[in-house]
């Protein structure tokens, strides 16, 4: 293989590792194309029963897709290139879903956007202490994909909604809460269970064998949020959010509850926040979010994630929001339009309802 991805096969473990860790392990096309590869090679392979997937270094499975490439393709004009990156992304991510054999996703670290994508629809997902799961899209004038929508719009209540906007990091308790991871196991224990699935790869083993190493980490502040983020985040519009949210801050939402200074300070961060990004990315979002609990698949969420994908590359956000974030690193971006009142209501169901570009699976009936 190259050297962005490193793969073995032992006792009948397919054990693969994004090795990129000078740049988190962020997704490029070659990855995207090896690891197809990869995962092709092993689904008839008699030598492979369980596979493994982690990232190199101690510092994340994957900060999520290769930014400055998409950053290229974005200001080169090259939307078509990006759309085929995308296309062959989320074919990935659906294989890994409907794998034939038992994946084990190891989320150790920072685990963002496209990480969420190979990891996120494995069969069994591991967060640790070092976890920090997000889909931070917004912060770049994007919308989650990679099957995030599919997975934010199964979170409780109102939690997906919140997690998708403000592109709120999780951590371990937070992650399996949501619904985006399935066992805790403390970092320092990890190597001790890829040798235990080493040692014991069979189909059936696998979710027997991490429950031995499973813990409970400690309580998730999501959770503990639930009642006000589903009280604030049901409301019709990211404006209407907005509002409801200093409602709560400021102890006018619910008079008959005794004002919690820290729930109120959450809240009131959280409007702040959202009244920074980008009122583009932030109405596609929550729209995207609220359809995809309608969706049957999450191949069809894909599809729609894919349809909003090939519109915002062509988008001043996406490449505003880039240049502030990782290229020039000012945090100063120049939304366009910059307020909430300025983007067209309609927007949203018109860019998600249209099907201007190849689907990424052609031949497959629309949901």
Not at 93 to 115: E, H, L, N, Q, S
Not at 165 to 172: E, F, I, K, Q, V
Not at 194 to 213: H, N, T, Y
Not at 227 to 240: F, G, I, K, N, R
Request: glycine share 8%; charged share 25%; net charge negative.
């Amino acid at each position: 293989m190259s050297d962005q991805i490193s793969v073995s096969v032992v006792d009948g473990l397919g054990h693969v590792t994004l090795d990129r860790p000078q740049a988190l392990n962020a997704l490029s096309y070659a990855m995207i194309r090896e690891l197809t590869g990869v995962f092709e090679a092993w689904r008839h392979d008699s030598e492979v029963g369980v596979v493994v997937i982690d990232g190199a270094g101690e510092r994340g499975f994957s900060a999520g897709g290769d930014i400055r490439e998409l950053y290229g393709y974005a200001v080169d004009g090259n939307a078509g290139e990006a759309r085929e990156f995308f296309r062959a992304e989320y074919r990935l991510d659906a294989m890994i879903a409907r794998y034939p054999k038992p994946v084990v996703a190891i989320m150790d670290g920072i685990t963002m956007g496209g990480g969420i994508g190979l990891a996120g629809h494995a069969a069994i997902r591991i967060v640790t202490e070092r976890s920090r799961v997000a889909m931070p899209e917004t912060r770049i004038g994007f919308t989650p994909d990679v099957g995030g929508s599919w997975l934010l719009a199964k979170a409780p209540g109102e939690l997906g909604v919140h997690l998708a906007l403000n592109s709120r990091t999780m951590d371990a308790a937070d992650a399996l809460h949501a619904g985006f991871a399935d066992s805790f196991v403390p970092s320092e224990r990890l190597p001790h269970l890829i040798q235990a699935l080493a040692e014991r790869a069979d189909p059936g083993s696998p979710a027997e064998i991490v429950m031995l190493f499973d813990e409970t980490p400690g309580p998730s502040a999501l959770a503990l949020a639930r009642d006000w983020v589903d009280a604030c985040y049901s409301a019709p519009t990211v404006h209407e959010i907005i509002a409801r949210l200093r409602a709560f801050a400021d102890g006018r939402a619910f008079p008959t509850h005794p004002l919690d200074p820290a729930a109120s300070a959450y809240a009131a961060a959280a409007a702040d926040e959202l009244e920074t990004l980008s009122p583009t990315a932030l109405t596609v979002t929550l729209e995207a979010v609220r359809r995809a609990r309608t969706l049957p698949s999450l191949e069809d969420a894909l599809e729609q994630e894919f349809r909003l994908v090939s519109w915002f590359i062509e988008q001043h956000d996406l490449r505003e929001g880039i240049r502030a974030q990782v290229i020039d690193k000012d945090r100063s971006p120049k939304w366009s339009p910059g307020t909430l009142a300025g983007v067209d209501p309609h927007l949203a169901a018109r860019v998600i309802e249209a099907q201007v570009h190849e689907p990424v699976w052609p031949d497959r009936p629309a949901a």
